[in-house]
């Protein structure tokens, strides 16, 4: 309870923070030489916060689809022989740093918003194709029985009791995955992406802490917000299907 | 889990599907522009697919070659040793290609002409490293047999390298020009994704234990990582740089033991509060999975307190701990990369330097290093999980 | 009516179930017993296709199941697992409503339905339409998923160890249950159990397995009194024989004219539990409602087999 209301202070600060940021300016001002504005001004920080949602949001929608298409494939009997690929290409891919997974999608797409896009849906499929496959290969086997039993189609037991049923599961890879992208997009600004990581760059070239604090802050908690959100949303699927998450 | 449809199999000649996505990949491949020539290291260039970018009909000969490599590849019932050979052999030629192909363009004596590996020769040679990789998984080597897959691996690379059979690529004319500087990278590097790991190690390692023995802490010190965890990690460094650079001044005797708000150190510190998080709960969670029916034993053998935590349980939580370094250590050695933002060091530099100049080249000698380090960590870290995880049949 | 001929199963080299043919008559139960890995549960899941049979055919009523499309045949079969298998994001009535709901029945038949069969399970409707399958008992779960097979009236009714997962007292009283509800649906039932007891209570035939072997099938009694094999007799448990025996006839069968202390017994009281009586109260005969009595020396020559 106290969390949740912590939750919603946080968030009340933070869209006040968006809407009128000059108004806490003298919270940044200590933490600024020589006259330094307190607070990025080149462009909006409401503007620079919803393009880089937007670019996680669409990153992180294409990667679900995909992810969870792919899950889906290789746990079907026609798609079995991919399973093992699938396992060591994500389990490799992980290890791909998400910044070089950037720099490299650079000299295929130029700057701007394209190379972040593609960084952030290719390292965005690992979790959530991790989860959706572990989800899939767990359901309860009675169930799936029972369903098979009853004369349910394929089609009709994935998308009215597996899927389902794993959803929790596939709920928290998602939830990984965006909260890396959150993340990894303020990197996208090096490569000219239209993102937070602009007011931070901004302070690292001109020295200016306040920058780099308040595009840290923005970030972070955007970040803890949405990780919240998610968890509550997993919490509830979960306990209406009667199973309660781990940890 | 038969189904109807499996039951009665079509009398269809097997075609491995993985083969098929191979042969798929590696055929679109061919299409594609192998090199990129260009005029100099800046501009774009011109895409030349592998029969026009070799001399003479060297390219045809290769052409061939990969499809035969990839039809072999469609065969259901070929050993997977001999998939291995063949995804081994694929992954020379591509290379060899590139390699003839960049020395068969640059004009001699020319130092401004680049040829660099473009889309097709990156999808070739993803193709056939996926078909390495699927047969090397499914092969299930011992640990001993994977190591040394691992160790002649890197030996070939290193030959590739060392044998100047690329050497008039454009990614190793941008290394001939700067050699000095990326060794130095290189161990700037190292450093900051080992350094911070044993930082983590020796500071992370007590805390774990510390939260393990008094429950009361737990909440606050998990909580405390847990937000340092949420700040992007272009944040946290840049936010060191100030906070180092206040404490150099104004603590006295900070500056001598070489805090500093400019250069590694900041970068240091800014991955070793990342790596703290990992170490601590796993630690944890090592410590707290010993059995306790093994924890009472140990008891009623008469060790004290001090001979089971450090006799018994921190043993038994190794496993955990060390899983906790694979994941710190290729994280660090990912994140480490933005230090070459801040002015940390490291093959960070060369990818910023490059997006600035838009040099591709220079971003490739930066990031190509640094996502072989995080495999090669990868993988060998993941080897020592397994040799000291009892008993578990582990798939990497 | 449920007719399987020559039906088996083969894996590569290894066979599972080796040719078996029996009939089952409608509204029967049949009750296929076996250690585990004696083929009982493939042969089950062969009539309805679960598992696809390598030769043989299976009949329902007059038609070939291998004609029907699998996912058909199994919407016309009922079938329930242990460990229930409900689907656990789905409410007790969407559970229960989900074949009719494939069959395409309208939405008020279907509620009706639903609202008939929770009845007939004794779970209020109006209590448990909306619950979820994790908020209910482990014996009210296995109602349910017994409920949701018979939701689109099948005419057969498969169990795949229906009673495992419940303790002993539940376990009874759902066998009874079963029992009753059986008889008034005139359900075809096939039931596969490890427990000969339960075999016993429950089928009209009982089929022994082993092996992939069916050793013997027939009605409780003549497995109990003329095992064919050595394994049959051991399964049967030998000196739980004379009980088992008894298990199966009403004193209201054997009862003789003549007249005895005590309050009557009901006359569906099995001899089982008549000789439990006789014994403890040290009495050689008791009485039987509506006239008559049953006396010791008739429950030990039932026990014995004779006179069945």
Known sequence: MIARLILAALACLLVAFLLTPQSFAWLFVPLTKNGAPPIYTQTGLLSLTLSHLGLVALASLASTIVAVGLGVLVTRPAGREFLPLARTITSIGQTFPPVAVLALAVPAMGFGAGPTLVALFLYGLLPIFENTLTALQNLPPSVIEAARGMGLTRRQRLLQVELPLALPVILAGVRLSVVISLATATIGSTVAAHTLGEVIIAGLLSANTAFVVQGGLIVGLIAVLIYEGFQQVEKATARRIGQMQQE | MADTSLATPVPVPRISRNGLLFALLGGLALWLPLVQFKANRIVAGEGLSLPGALPGGAGWGFVCLVILLLAAGLLYRLPLGWRLGLALIGLAAVILSLGLAAKGLTPEGNRVVRVAPASGFWMLLLAFGLMGTDALSRLHLSRKARWAVLCISLGLIWLCLASGLLNETSVMVEYRARADLFSRSLWQHLTLAFGSLAMALLIGLPLGIMVFLIPKLRRGVLGVLNVLQTIPSLALFGIMIPVFGWIALNVPGAAQIGVAGIGLFPALMALFFYSLLPVVSNTLVGLRTVDPAVHDAAFGLGLTQRQVLFQVQLPLALPVVLAAVRIVLVQNIGLAVIAGLIGGGGFGSFVFQGLNQTAMDLILLGALPTILLALVAGVALDLMVEAISPKKGNVT | ?308
């Open chain 3, 1 to 308: 009516m449920i007719r399987i001929e020559n039906l088996s199963k083969t894996y590569g080299d290894t066979t599972v179930v080796q040719p078996v043919s029996l009939t089952i008559e409608k509204g029967h139960i049949a009750a296929l017993v076996g250690t585990s890995g004696s083929g009982k549960t493939t042969l089950l899941r062969m009539i309805n296709r679960l598992v696809e049979p390598s030769s043989g055919k299976v009949w329902i009523g007059d038609e070939d199941a291998a004609t029907i499309a699998p996912h058909l045949l199994r919407r016309r079969i009922g079938y329930a697992i242990q460990g229930h298998g409900l689907f656990p994001h789905r409410t007790l009535a969407q559970n229960i409503a989900m074949v009719p709901q494939l069959l395409g029945w309208k939405p008020r038949d279907i509620s009706d339905r639903v609202d008939e069969l929770l009845t007939l399970f004794q779970l209020d409707p109006a209590r448990f339409r909306d619950r979820m399958p994790h908020q209910l008992s482990g014996g009210q779960q296995q109602r349910v998923g017994v409920a949701r097979a018979l939701a689109a009236r099948p005419e057969v009714l498969l169990m795949d160890e229906p009673f495992g997962a419940l303790d002993p007292v539940i376990r009874a009283k759902a066998q009874d249950d079963l029992r009753d509800i059986q008889r008034q649906l005139g359900t075809t039932l096939v039931i596969v159990t490890h427990d000969m007891e339960e075999a016993v209570t429950l089928g009209d035939r009982i089929a022994v397995m082993d092996k992939g072997v069916l050793l013997q099938y027939g009605p409780p009694t003549e497995i109990l009194t003329h095992p064919a094999t050595p394994f049959v007799e051991a399964l049967i448990g030998k000196a739980e024989r004379p009980f088992r025996l008894l298990s199966l006839s009403h004193i209201g069968d054997i009862a003789v004219p003549g007249e005895a202390e005590g309050p009557a017994l009901p006359r569906d009281t099995s001899a089982r539990d008549a000789l439990a009586q006789c014994l403890w109260l040290g009495r050689d005969r008791l009485a039987v409602q509506g006239g008559g009595v049953v006396t010791l020396e008739a429950l030990r020559t039932r026990a014995k087999g004779d006179g069945a």
